[in-house]
């Protein structure tokens, strides 16, 4: 059985226009399966728990939209059933597909689904903080603190607010946006402390990115050895006095480059914890956590069965 939990608002609402052909191919195919429309945020997630509340039966769950749209069905699962995912990446970013290389036209990843012939077994991250309450939010490509989570907060501002541009403009918008928080980007002292033993501290902390995947932000490779299912978290520090100092990082980010420069550093752990001494934006999968001050990480190794 397939259940498709689909986000029609999806890059700018085109996702209804994909799922429209995408069911006619499904309506050909005869497969069994149902859909889930989603309506606002936290839908995908409780569509999720629904299903394996009420069944537990081997099954393949689909998610159609973007990388929020598996992050919730990932918050929304248990695994103590036979649930395999798949992804059709029809978001803005989709950093996630790119990762695990998926074909890129949804009707193609639509046919590899129906037709599946091979799995992988992946990891995935937990955030921690405490919000009044201790928070465990899961993450299946990356989270971050800074300058990348103050990026994801406005994406999702201009979203709620109906306005269009940058966003109308793609992967370019979102390097607007990101050019727009670095001009007022602050950087912050603090810690980051690995597996519980090594601690490193930093004096001009601008972000720190913590992955499963190697990338984030619509396609910016800030993690070249993440590798999805080696049971660690790479991590991603970048510190540096000056400012002008992120502009290559940035784009030797972009453009898919390994370089070394000044004020960038590399971790491969386990579980991390990060402390800063004023509250950061803070994000999972491009989702919202707010303001914090004290975030944990971790790794959960090879738990997700994903159709690749």
């Given at each position: 059985m397939y259940y498709f939990i689909v986000n029609p608002s999806a890059n700018r609402g085109h996702g209804e226009k994909v799922w429209r052909k995408l069911e006619c191919l499904l309506r050909h195919s005869e497969v069994e399966y149902e859909v889930y429309l989603t309506q606002m945020s936290g839908d995908a997630a409780r569509f999720a728990s629904q299903l394996r509340e009420n069944s537990r039966e081997p099954c393949v769950i689909v998610a159609v939209g973007g990388d929020g749209t598996v992050n919730e069905i990932l918050n929304g699962l248990s695994f103590d059933g036979a649930v395999t995912l798949g992804y059709i990446p029809i978001g803005a970013g989709n950093d996630l597909a790119r990762g695990l290389k998926l074909p890129r036209s949804p009707q193609r990843c639509l046919k590899k689904i129906l037709h599946s012939r091979f799995y992988r077994w992946l990891d995935y991250g937990v955030l921690s903080y405490e919000n009044g309450a201790p928070i465990h939010r899961r993450f299946a490509v990356s989270s971050g603190l800074g300058l990348d989570a103050a990026v994801c907060q406005c994406v999702r501002e201009k979203a709620v607010r109906g306005q269009l541009w940058p966003l109308s403009c793609g992967r370019f918008g979102y390097i607007l946006l990101g050019l727009q928080q670095l001009l007022g980007a602050k950087p912050v002292r603090g810690y980051v402390q690995l597996d519980g033993t090594k601690k490193?501290?930093?004096?001009?902390?601008?972000?720190?990115?913590?992955?499963?995947?190697?990338?984030?932000?619509?396609?910016?490779?800030?993690?070249?050895?993440?590798?999805?299912?080696?049971?660690?978290?790479?991590?991603?520090?970048?510190?540096?006095?000056?400012?002008?100092?992120?502009?290559?990082?940035?784009?030797?980010?972009?453009?898919?480059?390994?370089?070394?420069?000044?004020?960038?550093?590399?971790?491969?752990?386990?579980?991390?914890?990060?402390?800063?001494?004023?509250?950061?934006?803070?994000?999972?999968?491009?989702?919202?956590?707010?303001?914090?001050t004290d975030i944990h990480l971790r790794c959960i190794e090879k738990t997700i069965r994903m159709i690749v």
């Amino acid at each position: 059985m397939y259940y498709f939990i689909v986000n029609p608002s999806a890059n700018r609402g085109h996702g209804e226009k994909v799922w429209r052909k995408l069911e006619c191919l499904l309506r050909h195919s005869e497969v069994e399966y149902e859909v889930y429309l989603t309506q606002m945020s936290g839908d995908a997630a409780r569509f999720a728990s629904q299903l394996r509340e009420n069944s537990r039966e081997p099954c393949v769950i689909v998610a159609v939209g973007g990388d929020g749209t598996v992050n919730e069905i990932l918050n929304g699962l248990s695994f103590d059933g036979a649930v395999t995912l798949g992804y059709i990446p029809i978001g803005a970013g989709n950093d996630l597909a790119r990762g695990l290389k998926l074909p890129r036209s949804p009707q193609r990843c639509l046919k590899k689904i129906l037709h599946s012939r091979f799995y992988r077994w992946l990891d995935y991250g937990v955030l921690s903080y405490e919000n009044g309450a201790p928070i465990h939010r899961r993450f299946a490509v990356s989270s971050g603190l800074g300058l990348d989570a103050a990026v994801c907060q406005c994406v999702r501002e201009k979203a709620v607010r109906g306005q269009l541009w940058p966003l109308s403009c793609g992967r370019f918008g979102y390097i607007l946006l990101g050019l727009q928080q670095l001009l007022g980007a602050k950087p912050v002292r603090g810690y980051v402390q690995l597996d519980g033993t090594k601690k490193v501290e930093f004096n001009h902390i601008y972000f720190i990115s913590s992955h499963i995947h190697p990338y984030e932000g619509g396609g910016f490779r800030f993690a070249p050895k993440a590798d999805g299912s080696d049971g660690l978290l790479e991590i991603c520090v970048v510190h540096n006095s000056a400012k002008a100092g992120l502009v290559p990082v940035l784009l030797d980010a972009l453009l898919g480059k390994a370089g070394r420069h000044r004020g960038v550093r590399f971790y491969s752990c386990r579980e991390a914890r990060i402390h800063v001494e004023r509250p950061m934006p803070v994000h999972a999968d491009g989702e919202n956590c707010y303001y914090q001050t004290d975030i944990h990480l971790r790794c959960i190794e090879k738990t997700i069965r994903m159709i690749v």
